[in-house]
């Protein structure tokens, strides 16, 4: 556990020198240990170093943490976006720096919440070009004071995994982002199953893969 720009987090090295780095941003509600676990599912060789900074924000009375106010579902509060945003990115640059492993080395990924931050440190135009998005049950956010650079991100591969039964961030969401990001030409693993508002065996699975197919085409 450590503290870079005023964010806590958890860490996985890698077994041996890595071949690249992997960011778990957790939903809301949870922290930095709850997707370290799902490290293991993903890259159970362990060829990445995984790290899963804590969000800034506590949840009142409900304990865990989360990344942004939500007055709805798809459209962050604008001011804690913001907030949560630049702390991410240098949280990021820091990371960077200490690894020694670059951007173009490093796939974004999250559940839910997390995920909508992934998108957004993943496709902000002043922000790096990283190797991957990993997003599961999340969507691209629509947020004054932010957009997504998809001129900027032609070829960046991005993994999609949602529910047709989720309950809290519908189905539609990663739809359209397939949709849009298809569009604009990057590189879309898209996933619907029936489940809910979670993580499935298979789609993590099916994550792991891509992420080993990420980093081999990249190497």
């Given at each position: 556990?450590?503290?870079?720009?005023?964010?806590?987090?958890?860490?996985?090295?890698?077994?041996?020198?890595?071949?690249?780095?992997?960011?778990l941003?957790?939903?809301?509600?949870?922290?930095?240990?709850?997707?370290?676990?799902?490290?293991?599912?993903?890259?159970?060789?362990?060829?990445?170093?995984?790290?899963?900074?804590?969000?800034?924000?506590?949840?009142?009375?409900?304990?865990?943490?989360?990344w942004?106010?939500?007055?709805?579902?798809?459209?962050?509060?604008?001011?804690?976006?913001?907030?949560?945003?630049?702390?991410?990115?240098?949280?990021?640059?820091?990371?960077?720096?200490?690894?020694?492993?670059?951007?173009?080395?490093?796939?974004?990924?999250?559940?839910?919440?997390?995920?909508?931050?992934?998108?957004?440190?993943?496709?902000?135009?002043?922000?790096?070009?990283?190797?991957?998005?990993?997003?599961?049950?999340?969507?691209?956010?629509?947020?004054?004071?932010w957009?997504?650079?998809?001129?900027?991100?032609?070829?960046?591969?991005?993994?999609?995994?949602?529910?047709?039964?989720?309950?809290?961030?519908?189905?539609?969401?990663?739809?359209?982002?397939?949709?849009?990001?298809?569009?604009?030409?990057?590189?879309?693993?898209?996933?619907?199953?029936?489940?809910?508002?979670?993580?499935?065996?298979?789609?993590a699975?099916?994550?792991?893969?891509?992420?080993?197919?990420?980093?081999?085409?990249?190497?």
């Amino acid at each position: 556990m450590g503290g870079v720009c005023a964010l806590a987090y958890g860490e996985r090295p890698a077994a041996g020198e890595p071949s690249g780095l992997l960011v778990l941003h957790h939903g809301r509600g949870a922290d930095e240990q709850d997707l370290l676990a799902l490290a293991d599912a993903l890259d159970p060789q362990r060829a990445l170093h995984v790290v899963a900074p804590r969000a800034p924000l506590r949840l009142p009375g409900l304990g865990g943490f989360h990344w942004y106010v939500v007055p709805r579902v798809g459209y962050p509060d604008p001011e804690t976006f913001r907030a949560g945003y630049a702390q991410l990115a240098a949280f990021d640059d820091e990371l960077w720096e200490r690894t020694g492993i670059a951007p173009e080395r490093t796939v974004l990924g999250g559940f839910s919440m997390g995920s909508v931050m992934s998108f957004a440190l993943g496709l902000g135009g002043d922000r790096p070009v990283p190797a991957g998005i990993l997003a599961f049950s999340g969507f691209i956010p629509t947020v004054a004071g932010w957009e997504a650079d998809l001129a900027s991100r032609a070829g960046l591969r991005v993994f999609i995994a949602h529910g047709a039964g989720d309950g809290v961030i519908d189905v539609a969401f990663a739809r359209r982002a397939r949709e849009a990001l298809t569009a604009g030409g990057l590189e879309v693993s898209y996933h619907e199953s029936g489940g809910a508002h979670q993580i499935e065996p298979r789609n993590a699975e099916a994550a792991g893969e891509w992420l080993r197919r990420t980093f081999a085409e990249g190497s």
